[in-house]
């Protein structure tokens, strides 16, 4: 709804999310905003889930895990 209603700057979002997945919700994101800017937040470390991400249209992908 914030997305939609405009003035996101960038969208922080977690990979797991109620209900739907936040990949389901970048896609989603993407295809109201060609141009929406999502940093994605996950406990997933692996590179294929990255390319997964990245692909989905994320401008960033930074794991749970990493360092300052």
Do not use: C, F, N
């Not at 709804?1 to 405009?6: F, P, S, Y």
């Not at 977690?14 to 994101?29: E, F, T, V, W, Y």
């Not at 390319?51 to 300052?68: C, F, M, Q, R």
């Amino acid at each position: 709804d914030l997305v939609r209603a405009g003035g996101i700057d960038v969208v922080v979002m977690d990979m797991l999310l109620p209900g739907a997945s936040g990949l389901d919700a970048l896609r989603h994101i993407r295809q109201r905003d060609a141009d929406a800017r999502v940093l994605m937040v996950t406990m997933h470390s692996g590179a294929s889930m990255a390319l997964k991400v990245l692909e989905a249209g994320a401008w960033g992908y930074v794991t749970k895990s990493s360092g300052p």
